[in-house]
């Protein structure tokens, strides 16, 4: 692609969670086209072994660099990061950010205690990615599976008495355990793409004072310094008169289209069914 | 297979939920061998199209026929049963069993008004499976998606208040519906694998005098019928000193074996991986 056309960026998700992530993005980078690709045919990574994720991620990846033209890649997913992020920087030759690292970082710079909590779903917490990430910057982190989350945004209960009281169960839980291990956590990593549409109940559940880290958001900044310091990307981005989306998915467009304008804050439009195979 | 050899009875899930149908089929017909298949790797099914579901459901059934030798296949998946039972038996050449039909004829035997409800997970209720076997004997069937109901359950939360509420709140809506639409239900049928976990709380919950059909215990009664119909089948059922259990999956036997014995209701034992591609 040369630099006068618009420059394209990819975002992957194995569903469409990942689409508060485009939200975030969109908000720090309007001016780009933007493809967003939804593995829903394969979903959940999250029960499947790594090399199988690895394979599905790089497939997704390739997708969105060779047949979409996208010029940079955003993982919108925490288990693809946490597990396929070498692999799918080996399968395509455009710059590759994650989730993780962004969500570590933002951490790292919020804390004072050096203590953090991370709440994600159980294979994002099986991988103990963030707590790899967050120890890599001098951090203590403590992690705990909500598998309870993702199920209740889905129902659209997102502010609804019952997940006030599942988060209020989660967070005592987890403050109990950080408790007993001597910890004195001041910072919460939001680890899973569909949380930021509990945010508010999270953040009236949390004890006065902590801050709250949502991945998304320090995903969509993390983004924009790459791209910004980048110079055929940046000049690119400055080309392109306002914001473009396609949405792909693998499998299954009903459920995307009926959900993911809640979770992208406005309508996703018309979502192409493609064949990856598998 | 000889008829001095014991009877194999192959039970197939896209999951571990119908180890509560091999439960079930386990304390009507003790004196058998099980080959159970968790097709782990390609869950959930709910969220595929029907052709997919077809292939994997075949391929699955395949497996226990012809390398597991089963005589008679239970498909303990309402997803399965509703979109792939035609596709399976063409597949094998044993009898098949799906759990759907006699979920229904069970709530044909208990229903004096003839109105009946049925709760299921998102997949099942689109299907609208429950219905048509309802209205073909004579049934009116109201259908309700449950989907908070299955990651409560395998949360580990079977008698926990947060549960209690959330079957309150899906009752609720449904008995609303059902008298807004001028219905007299007095049967509730549980159209998922899961809810017989839940099966304490739903009594709890129901309107007094309500009849919950449970369809895992429909199946195994159903299956009893079925082979103590058959010569070849009940004469080896009587060869058999026990019950064995053998479980696969094909994917992730973790959460399988860590999640299987609170459906089974003992241990699942060794589960053993298999490659059925794709």
Redesign the interface.
């Known amino acids: 692609m040369s630099n006068s056309a618009a420059p394209t960026i990819g975002v992957f998700d194995s569903g469409f969670g990942g689409l508060t992530v485009l939200r975030a993005l969109i908000a720090r980078l309007p001016r780009a086209r933007y493809a967003f690709l939804g593995d ?2 394969r ?2 990574y999250g ?3 790594r090399r ?1 994720i690895a394979r599905y991620a790089a497939e997704s990846a390739r997708f969105l660099v060779d047949r979409q033209g996208a010029q940079f890649l955003v993982i919108a997913c925490n288990t693809a990061s946490a597990l396929a992020l070498d692999a799918i920087q080996d399968a395509v030759s455009v710059p590759v950010l994650g989730v993780i690292e962004p969500g570590a970082a933002a951490a790292r710079a919020a804390s004072r205690s050096g203590d953090v909590l991370v709440i994600a779903t159980d294979a994002t917490v099986q991988s103990h990615a963030y707590f790899a990430a967050c120890r890599s910057k001098g951090l203590r982190a403590l992690e705990k599976a909500c ?2 989350l ?3 945004v ?2 659209g209960w997102t502010s609804h008495p ?1 997940t006030s ?2 988060i209020r ?1 989660y967070l005592d839980e987890l403050n109990g355990q950080a408790a007993a291990d001597g910890l004195h956590p001041d910072t919460l990593v939001l680890g899973c793409t569909h949380y930021p549409l509990l945010r508010s109940l999270i953040q009236h559940a949390v004890p006065a004072g902590m801050r709250v880290i949502d991945s998304a958001e320090s995903t969509a900044e993390a983004a924009f310094h790459l791209i910004n310091g980048s110079a055929s990307l940046s000049a690119d981005a400055n080309a392109v008169p306002s914001t473009e989306i396609h949405c792909f998915a693998t ?2 467009v009903d ?1 995307f289209e009926r959900l993911g304008s809640r979770f992208l804050g406005h309508p996703v439009g018309a979502v192409e069914l493609v064949d990856l195979g ?1």
Chains 1, 2 share one sequence.
């Open positions: 829903t045919a979903l959940p029960s499947k072994s199988t598998p309870l993702v199920p209740l889905e129902e019952v009281e599942v169960i499998d299954s459920k598998g």
